[in-house]
């Protein structure tokens, strides 16, 4: 069982070069838009608040699995508040932990962070002052959540925008003590929230900040490659690598914004679809950073 992640790995990558035979293997599943911080950077809490029924949830992850996704990450809204009748978050944590290889949560980090998924992302935006103005008044209770859980893999996710990039580099010295890594993304603009979104030149200066950080040894997961291609956003996409679904059981394979926003590339900061579309490229870095994302060890491979 444990080799076969390898194998399966590999078997995707080369039906797709050799066969065409292109399916996703990432997906990500809003299972809710309800959500407790209505931040400014996100578009979803503003939607009709729905959470999908535990049934077709099961039926939407048996779906992605049939199309050959074998990494979930359940994304909202905030995940841990999905709920029907008796059933509660952990019931399809459960369920999808039957079904991929790895089972990862983005959360805003309110509640407490208890789940048997592999990986809890927990957004935090920069600083107290830069992430309180972003998300609302909620800073210090995602901290003292992140000291006190006891997960094994928890990792923060920075969101840069204007809000907080001159500050990126004072986040990380914060924050790597307290997680086991630390992924970004740079703002994507929405509409009604374009302000927030970097300037090329900025991005750039940013992105050198974190490329030397990592490279002094902080808990940085993203490659050097995918964040030298992020300056310009110089990578080869390969999206059908990733799946969607919403919680009304509508799914897309392809590009994040499918069916949620407009697409202009020129603006695309979602580090996930470059490294994926690196690793399928076979970038040594690439292939590396997604085995440190999802802990899978020397000895599964």
């Known amino acids: 069982m444990v080799k076969s992640h390898y194998l399966y790995f590999l078997k995707h ?15 990500g599943f809003k ?6 911080l209505k931040c400014r950077t996100c578009p979803f809490w503003k939607k009709d608040e729905i959470d999908i029924p535990y ?6 992850m048996d779906e992605f699995h049939k199309l050959g996704v074998r990494l979930l990450i359940f994304e909202g809204g905030e995940p841990f508040i999905w709920r029907e009748k ?19 949560v983005t959360t805003n980090g309110m509640l407490p962070l208890d789940s048997s998924a592999d990986v809890l992302w927990v957004s935090l935006d920069g600083l107290k002052k830069s992430h309180d103005l972003n998300r609302g008044k909620s800073f210090d209770t995602i901290i003292e959540n992140v000291v006190k859980s006891s997960h094994s893999k928890i990792l923060a996710n920075i969101t840069i925008t204007s809000l907080n990039h001159h500050e990126i ?17 740079f703002y994507y603009p929405f509409p009604n929230s374009e302000d927030l979104s970097l300037p090329v030149k900025d991005r750039i200066n940013v992105l050198d900040k974190i490329i030397y950080l990592k490279r002094k040894g902080y808990k940085i997961l993203d490659s050097v490659r995918a964040l030298q291609d992020l300056k310009y956003n110089s990578w080869r996409c390969h999206d059908w690598l990733i799946a969607n679904a919403e919680p009304n059981g509508k799914m897309n394979v392809g590009c994040y914004l499918k069916g949620r926003a407009a697409i202009g ?17 076979w970038r040594a870095g690439a292939i590396l950073s997604g085995k440190k994302v999802f802990d ?3 000895l599964d491979f």
């Open 31 to 36: 299972i809710t838009y309800r959500c407790n």
């Open 265 to 281: 590339c020129e603006n695309c900061g979602f580090a996930a679809h470059t490294e994926i579309s690196l690793a399928y490229d």
């Open 169 to 185: 580099d004072d986040a990380v010295k914060f924050l790597n003590p307290l997680v086991k890594g630390i992924t970004i993304q």
């Open 55 to 60: 049934e077709k949830a099961i039926a939407v």
């Open 86 to 104: 008796k059933h509660r978050f952990e019931d399809l944590v459960n369920y999808a932990k039957k079904r991929f290889y790895r089972v990862g």
């Open 13 to 27: 990558n080369l039906s797709a070069r050799l066969l065409g035979k292109k399916r996703p293997l990432l997906a």
């Open 296 to 298: 899978f060890k020397i």
